[in-house]
């Protein structure tokens, strides 16, 4: 199948929401009490990525010419190319982490998720986030569901300004190309990212107005951790027996360890 994309043609964002509201509505998730806070104005709610909130716009603030702009931001996972969370996912022999080949969707199986945080500790944007009572892990899925009966995701679907272009990924970067030549023609310095980053790129492909130091959330150099693969070996060793169960011990500690990590880094960050 050919590869699909988002365009996030972030100049002609109005910070309305309606993508925002639009994966709560077909992902079924329930309303979460907010609070203002003091961060990027105060209008951003809720703070942050959250088990009942997948998809949220950032409000980041820009100073020029003695004036204050708003750079708005639709944060969500950035459907990796070559997703680094399904490589970390220790779930065998079906991943709990699920890239769907047809669709190029990355999804969260919540039946065979265990909670332990590995998606969300590789995850070159600590996008994944652990809903700590049910013990899964929570993201965008891409609407996978959707695009498996020929329907866009509901971001795109909903989005009123066409900030938000569902197609095929080729077709999506000419576009954010163009969007490039459309914002420098303005006296705008916008760049695309999701392109090249990681390698292969990603499936939400940004073009932002003004350049990455207005955008401290967004890694400049997004990375893949090298140890990747080493839960997945605990897990599952090759082939010596007694070295595989003393590893398989190893792994299961790891995953227990884990999860008492989060659930304190969670707590603390709700206290906070
Ligand atoms: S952004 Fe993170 S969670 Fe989303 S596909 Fe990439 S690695 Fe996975
Ligand atoms: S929390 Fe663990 S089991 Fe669940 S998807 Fe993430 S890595 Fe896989
Ligand atoms: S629906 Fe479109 S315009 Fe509205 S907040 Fe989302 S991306 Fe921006």
Redesign the pocket.
Known sequence: MVEKAILLDMEKCIACRACQVACKQWNELPAEETTFFAAAGGYQNPAELSPSTFTLIKFNEMEKEGKLWWLFRVHS????VD???VKACPVEPVKAMTYVKETGA?YVNRELCIGCGS?REY???T??VIDTEAEKST?CNFCFDRLENGMEPACAKACPTDCLVFGDREQILEMAHKAVERLSAKGRHPVIYGEKELGSGTKKIYVLPEPLEYYPDLPKNPKVSEDIGLLHELLNPPSSILTGLGLVFGGVSWVANRKKIIIEESKSEKEG
């Open positions: 996972c950035m459907q990796c997703p680094a969370c990355t998606c995850c070159p944007f996008i994944p993201k």
